[in-house]
T-cell receptor, first 111, second 115 residues
Framework: GDSVTQMEGPVTLSEEAFLTINCTYT??????LFWYVQYPGEGLQLLLK?????DKGSNKGFEATYRKETTSFHLEKGSVQVSDSAVYFC??????????FGTGTSLTVIP | DAGITQSPRHKVTETGTPVTLRCHQT?????MYWYRQDPGHGLRLIHY???????DKGEVSDGYSVSRSKTEDFLLTLESATSSQTSVYFC??????????????FGEGSWLTVV
């Protein structure tokens, strides 16, 4: 079945460091791929999405490219800030309205 | 703002009592979901709805029931609350996102403690 695997956390980085959070997926066909962010005490918020191969989603300095050949959708940011501290979830949607989520990666950015 | 309101946001209840969580949307989306989030388990789907009076079970539906009598409201009921149902509950909705496929949006969460 469809599934998402994302890197285990927690991840701790210094401010202005480069961030990569790996995400790979298993799915038939051509799923849509998402990254969500969850700040403490809040719900998940859509960060970015991509709906077809080679698409790049971007938002707030974060980027992820839909790589069908490697079934990946890694999240990157060139220079993280303390305010980026949160839990990040990779997700996919294939047929219909079924969504599959990774287990989340906790990021802490220290000044 | 995804137009989703959950109530109550926080609740403490006693073991064995029934509890109902409400989700209200203003987006007129067809699909609505209830998830629970627990440390070490990520997000787990409890039930979902694909239309008025149309619901189906998710992976952790035991001990929960749902109802959807109007497009905008999706209720989650814990028939007899147990301590294992202490969790954060998220309502979500999904629908077409400006022709770019379906996207799921989440409410702010309901923190439930069963003592």
């Amino acid at each position: 079945g469809d599934s998402v695997t994302q890197m285990e956390g927690p991840v701790t980085l210094s401010e202005e460091a480069f961030l990569t959070i790996n995400c790979t997926y298993t799915a038939t066909g051509y799923p849509s791929l998402f990254w969500y962010v969850q700040y403490p005490g809040e719900g998940l918020q859509l960060l970015l999405k991509a709906t077809k191969a080679d698409d790049k989603g971007s938002n707030k300095g974060f980027e992820a490219t839909y790589r069908k050949e490697t079934t990946s959708f890694h999240l990157e940011k060139g220079s993280v800030q303390v305010s980026d501290s949160a839990v990040y979830f990779c997700a996919l949607s294939n047929t219909g309205n079924q969504f599959y989520f990774g287990t989340g990666t906790s990021l802490t950015v220290i000044p | 703002d995804a137009g989703i309101t959950q109530s109550p946001r926080h609740k403490v209840t006693e073991t064995g009592t029934p509890v109902t969580l409400r989700c209200h949307q203003t987006e007129n989306h067809r699909y609505m979901y209830w998830y629970r989030q627990d440390p070490g388990h990520g997000l787990r789907l409890i039930h979902y709805s694909y239309g008025v009076k149309d619901t189906d079970k998710g992976e952790v539906s035991d001990g929960y029931s749902v109802s959807r009598s109007k497009t905008e409201d999706f209720l989650l009921t814990l028939e007899s609350a147990t301590s294992s149902q202490t969790s954060v509950y998220f309502c979500a909705i999904s629908g077409r996102d400006r022709g770019l496929g379906n996207t799921i949006y989440f409410g702010e969460g309901s923190w439930l403690t069963v003592v």
